[in-house]
């Protein structure tokens, strides 16, 4: 998408507006290296809170450009306090971004190369707990930041500058698929499968590749830990692990889903005592 700055904002929140999103809360980070305050050399300024899209248009937009030109990074989110029909997923690679778009409702921004964070719509409001919920087992599959899961997270703006990275933040893509249904009191959903039920019949999302550096096992151990923490029967997870490591060729796949599921097991009993 290669639109100019002002039309990425635009649609950018026009996309929220058409999931119910009204209101938002923008703060603002400068450079201040001598502040005893500042934080790896930058300083937050005081947020402005529950502001309309139209005063963004009206007052807040030739402010943001301007601070941004003099060096500022620019924030956004739904206002915080509020319940709110979507949920923010952070630092996933342009590939993944683009497939939970293709499944589901999103707003796709890219905040560096091959780095981007995308906001979901959900079928339903929700509190900033449940937000959080949903971010956690998100994370516990690969498909947000773990410092990103407080239910609340800022975004960056697209349409102005990451002075971070030095270089623009750039709306992807907006679509408006079948929005996310998360199931709160079991939360074992992705954007890639269906949600996850207790019973032997339904089909776990299966772990899937990141770009961070992990073997295959490793990355797998860590998909096991989750869906056992969130509810999932041990044998469920031992068959969608044969599954997958049968698809990668590994030798004998029962026996190492085996093994891995039991080792997840172990672990989360010891450590609840």
């Not at 930058?42 to 402005?48: D, E």
């Not at 409702?105 to 719509?121: H, I, K, M, P």
């Not at 089909?203 to 989750?226: H, I, N, T």
Request: aromatic share 10%; with cysteine.
């Amino acid at each position: 998408m290669t639109y100019f700055p002002t039309q990425q904002q635009e649609q950018f929140f026009q996309w929220f507006s058409r999931m119910g999103v009204h209101y938002f809360d923008i703060q603002l980070r400068e450079p201040d290296p001598k502040s005893e305050s500042s934080r790896d050399g930058w300083r937050w300024l005081k947020p402005s809170v529950n502001v309309s899209i139209g005063d963004y248009f009206l007052k807040f937009a030739s402010w943001t450009r301007f601070m941004n030109s003099k060096g500022s990074d620019v924030y956004i989110r739904p206002h915080g306090e509020l319940p709110q029909g979507v949920v923010f997923l952070d630092d996933l690679p342009i590939a993944k971004a683009i497939q939970v778009s293709k499944k589901y409702a999103a707003c796709v921004v890219c905040t560096s190369e091959n780095n981007t964070q995308v906001w979901l719509a959900t079928d339903r409001k929700l509190s900033k707990v449940e937000r959080k919920t949903v971010q956690s087992w998100m994370r516990s599959v690969g498909y947000t930041d773990p410092g990103s899961v407080s239910g609340d997270h800022l975004g960056r703006l697209c349409g102005v500058r990451s002075q971070k990275r030095n270089c623009w933040v750039n709306l992807v893509t907006t679509t408006y698929g079948q929005r996310y249904s998360p199931n709160i009191a079991n939360p074992l959903s992705s954007p890639w499968g269906e949600a996850c039920v207790s019973h032997s019949r339904s089909q776990l999302p299966a772990p899937v590749a990141s770009d961070k550096p992990s073997s295959d096992s490793e990355r797998e151990f860590g998909w096991a830990m989750g869906a056992l923490k969130h509810g999932a029967p041990l044998t469920q997870v031992i068959n969608q692990l044969a599954t997958q490591a049968k698809q990668r060729g590994k030798r004998q796949p029962e026996d190492y889903a085996k093994r891995t599921a039991m080792g997840a097991y172990r672990v989360l009993q010891s450590s609840h005592g």
